[in-house]
């Protein structure tokens, strides 16, 4: 493996098409694409700032790096990544990837995140601004992970988040195939026109949360008492351990609360209409 150390790398594709390489301390400044169609890569305590740094490449470690503001796109198009202790603050950085793991990073910047990726695994990873996160990927798995933005997970599949803290609208849409526990999750109309969603031990807070779902099942769940028209035309199983603002024209199913403040079935309900509904107190 070659080694670079402590130097700085302007212009167009320093690194192009190069293998085994292990660059330390070294600064990628202004210019496109330093580090395409390169593979078997080792970055340590670097710091990125020109444009599409990563693209095209088999075999990325990245630990102790920064991507500055400029270092837009860093990396499309690769697989097999590993990257720890690093901070994003460019947009769009994470695209079209094929198994890639971060831990112990933050992102302060994530318009456009992870879009059409497969198998990614998040642990002990900070999030923000993070405006359709995971767009189209699958094969999710978060753990410890705090996520701050709008329109997140839309159209992903088969994904694990657990122990997390994810503060989003619109979240969830379309998917299919999702698992949450022990999860608080922050947002207006969660989980829409999704299938196969559980939820185990979470807090849900948001107004009209999980409508339009095809087999929906919460397990200890509780929600906000702004989480109110939950549930309109889905099919549901939920033990809720709280009060539930409202719930407004299930489709089928059961809903057992501890107590719910309004019941709204009218002549838009679906059929079966059938959903069972049971308060404890």
């Not at 489709?251 to 959903?275: F, W, Y």
């Amino acid at each position: 493996m070659t080694r670079f150390e402590n130097q700085k790398y302007d212009g167009e594709r320093p690194f192009y098409n190069t293998k085994d390489i292990e660059l330390v301390n070294i600064t990628i400044g202004v210019g496109e694409s330093a580090i395409k169609e390169t593979d078997n890569v080792i970055a340590e305590s670097c710091t990125f700032e020109g444009r599409y740094p990563f693209w095209c490449n088999k075999g990325v470690k990245i630990n102790n790096c920064k991507f500055g503001d400029d270092a837009r796109a860093a990396l499309w198009y690769s697989s097999d990544l590993e990257i720890t202790n690093t901070v994003f603050d460019s947009p769009k950085a994470l695209r079209e990837l094929d198994r890639i793991k971060m831990s112990d990073s933050k992102v302060n910047n994530a318009i456009e995140y992870f879009w059409f990726c497969r198998g990614i695994e998040l642990n002990n990873v900070e999030i923000h601004n993070g405006d359709y996160l995971f767009l189209h990927s699958e094969n999710i798995v978060c753990r410890n992970f705090k996520f701050q933005g709008k329109y997140s997970f839309q159209y992903c599949k088969n994904i694990l988040i657990e122990d997390s803290y994810l503060d989003t609208k619109d979240a969830f849409w379309n998917t299919e195939n999702v698992t949450l526990r022990n999860c608080t999750v922050k947002g207006e109309y969660l989980a829409w026109y999704c299938k196969n969603l559980r939820m185990e031990n979470c807090h849900i807070t948001g107004t009209q949360p999980l409508c339009y779902a095809d087999n929906l099942v919460m397990i200890d769940c509780t929600m906000g008492d702004d989480a109110d028209l939950a549930f309109e035309y889905s099919s549901v199983d939920a033990t809720i351990k709280s009060n539930i603002a409202s719930v407004k024209n299930p489709t089928t199913g059961k809903i057992v609360a501890d107590s719910i403040s309004e019941i709204i079935l009218d002549e838009n309900i679906r059929q079966p209409a059938d959903c069972k509904i049971i308060t404890k107190k």
